[in-house]
């Protein structure tokens, strides 16, 4: 019934993507899957761009579609270092009218459980609980076939229940079909200057990245 777009920092693809998906009579959901600094946009050093984060937004409304393209704006023209970026104080003043997931292994809320920082997670949670509202915050389990995903996924399952927050499922999609992930495979090195027989590369840790 319904599809979303989540492109890394970039919202490009957005009209083609709506366009499409009215004509074929799905409901389009706008979003993008920012690249969140560590402190703010204004800091550009090598820890800086080694700490980001994934942050997954929606746009539940006009509004909310207004401050997508705001943040997206900001993050290329203002807090570009490597990556397109935004931060906490700038997302908080462009909040209204989005929803908020707490993003794949690379997100904050899910690096933190990853690290046995569990204190560090609890706290992040509640910063984005107040950035974007009651009901407006979910915590997201994937099934990826990613070992380290079981342990984020029951530690993020206990903490929906403690923090009452709920939980979505996902999945991380790069490609339609299960077939593609060979070509994926081959795209990535072309994007980063690899050959596939190379054994240090961007590589991703399963073939299941496609539209489940």
Do not use: W
């Not at 207004?66 to 997302?91: H, V, W």
């Amino acid at each position: 019934d319904a599809i979303a777009i989540t492109d890394h920092g970039t919202m490009f693809g957005v009209v083609d993507f709506y366009s499409k998906a009215t004509k074929a009579g799905i409901k389009p959901i706008i979003g993008c899957e920012c690249y969140v600094a560590p402190r703010t946009i204004l800091d550009k050093t090598p820890p800086d761009n080694k700490g980001l984060s994934h942050l997954i937004l929606l746009a539940a409304d006009q509004e909310g579609y207004r401050n997508l393209c705001r943040l997206a704006s900001i993050a290329q023209l203002q807090g570009f270092y490597y990556k397109p970026r935004i931060d906490k104080n700038i997302l908080k003043q462009h909040s209204k009218g989005l929803i908020g997931l707490s993003a794949c292994l690379h997100g904050e809320i899910p690096r933190l459980v990853q690290e046995n920082r569990l204190d560090a997670a609890v706290e992040t949670v509640k910063t984005y609980l107040d950035i974007f509202g009651e009901n407006n915050f979910f915590l997201e389990i994937q099934n990826n076939g990613i070992e380290i995903q079981e342990k984020v996924n029951r530690v993020l399952r206990d903490m929906s229940k403690s923090l009452s927050v709920p939980l979505v499922a996902s999945n991380d999609c790069h490609y339609l079909d299960p077939k593609d992930a060979r070509a994926h495979d081959v795209l990535l090195c072309i994007q980063t200057g690899k050959t596939v027989t190379e054994g240090e590369r961007l590589k991703f840790k399963t073939d299941q990245l496609y539209l489940k």
